[in-house]
């Protein structure tokens, strides 16, 4: 009986942790960190000799993205070569986005901005200091939507093509995982040591 009692437990334990795996797995497999897209285009950061610039190879091609005097940092490249990195912009860091030859400046702020990630439709996340602590922000079809406001950092965010983000953030004591879909912020994790998506 003792045995029986306890199967359903495991079982529902067991569910639940794997759908949770399932759901992380997914958007990570979608929304991993690209530097190298399946067409062959690779993008990095280094030094013109000056301060560090975004590097395109696409088609036997280098392409130098940015000439400016401010540090760009960790670019990220989507299936369609829409390009997102952080950057200086004389103050602090903001978030920049290359689509089609044009760069444009997404964020325009008095704080940091940092880590984006961007999906094939375009839509860009990253994190930055709200002003306070870390929130989660979201760049879609023009407009910035703050994802998350509470009072514990939320960083290095991720998303796939369906629009699903995930991210860790502190829960008040450590570390979480937390997940935005159709709308709704879940809270996949909650326990007593960190989760991080990655750092
Ligand atoms: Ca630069
Ligand atoms: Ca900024
Ligand atoms: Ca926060
Ligand atoms: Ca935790």
Redesign the pocket.
Known sequence: MKIRAYVPRVSVLFVSVLSTVILLSGLTAEAKLTNLTERGDLVWFGS?G?????FLYSKGTITQI???????WVPQINSKGQITWY??DGDDREIYLYSKGTVTQITDNDYYDVDPQINSKGQIVWYGSGGHDDEIFLYSKGTITQMTDNGNNDEAPQINSKGQIAWGGRDGHDFEIFLYSKGTITQMTDNDYDDYLWD
């Open positions: 013109d000056n301060d560090n610039e975004i940015t000439d400016n005097d401010y540090d760009d950057g200086g």
